[in-house]
């Protein structure tokens, strides 16, 4: 079963500090991870993936994320953060196994940056 | 750039109503998906299709059907609204494999069933 989790709902970080958004998942075999952020009433728009290669991985806007296969964690990290960095984050996963192209998603975490 | 429309931003409609939610790409994808968000549950996927006339059932299928008769045109039929359909409706498509799986969403449908 594929799945994923983010243990937090909301972040709270003020503006200039750095962020962490967490996420870990569950696959059967090796994993596609993406990170998608939303705006108010908006579609969720994609910030970066993991497929292969180099575990850091640099996205729009100045995010990054972190691919640790030995805690399965794909944890969303940007240096100084923005007031207009506050959205809905979603982490995703695919079993790059899998025919279907299917991703699974977290249940978001709401991030707000203080300024 | 993908662009991915759906046909309403807002709908509200009658509980035992037929209801179409349209959605449309432009970037020639083979998979499109259907999902509704509701708060606190994330994302719920509800049909997708990988085929034109191919669909394959996702987490939720449970009062919607789906058409799929044209590559670019996914729609979302719900046959007998209910007000615990009321919810945002998101689509969104990907290329058919490979390492091009980014899925790109459409703005999503507010719909509201009274």
């Known amino acids: 079963a594929q799945s994923v989790a983010q243990p937090e709902d909301q972040v709270n970080v003020a503006e200039g500090n750095p962020l962490t958004v967490k996420c870990t998942y569950s696959?059967?075999?090796?994993?596609?991870l993406f990170w998608y952020v939303q705006y108010p009433n908006r579609g969720l728009q994609f910030l970066l993936k993991?497929?292969?290669?180099?575990?850091l991985v640099k996205g729009s806007y100045g995010f990054e994320a972190e691919f640790n296969k030995s805690q399965t964690s794909f944890h969303l990290k940007k240096p100084s953060a923005l007031v207009s960095d506050s959205a809905l984050y979603f982490c995703a996963v695919r079993d790059r196994g899998s025919t279907l192209g299917r991703l699974y998603f977290g249940r978001g975490t709401q991030l707000t940056v203080w300024p | 750039d993908v662009k991915v429309t759906q046909s309403s931003r807002y709908l509200v409609k009658r509980t035992g109503e037929k209801v179409f939610l349209e959605c449309v790409q432009d970037?020639?994808?083979?998979?499109m998906f259907w999902y509704r968000q509701d708060p606190g549950l994330g994302l719920r996927l509800i049909y997708f299709?990988?085929?034109?006339?191919?669909?394959e059932k996702g987490d939720i299928p449970e009062g919607y059907s789906v058409s799929r008769e044209k590559k670019e045109r996914f729609s979302l039929i719900l046959e007998s609204a209910s007000t615990n359909q009321t919810s945002m409706y998101l689509c969104a498509s990907s290329f058919g494999g490979g390492n091009q799986e980014t899925q790109y969403f459409g703005p999503g449908t507010r719909l509201l069933v009274l």
């Open positions: 299709s990988y085929d034109v006339k191919m669909k």
């Open positions: 993991y497929i292969t290669g180099d575990n």
């Open positions: 970037m020639d994808h083979e998979n």
């Open positions: 696959v059967s075999g090796n994993p596609y």
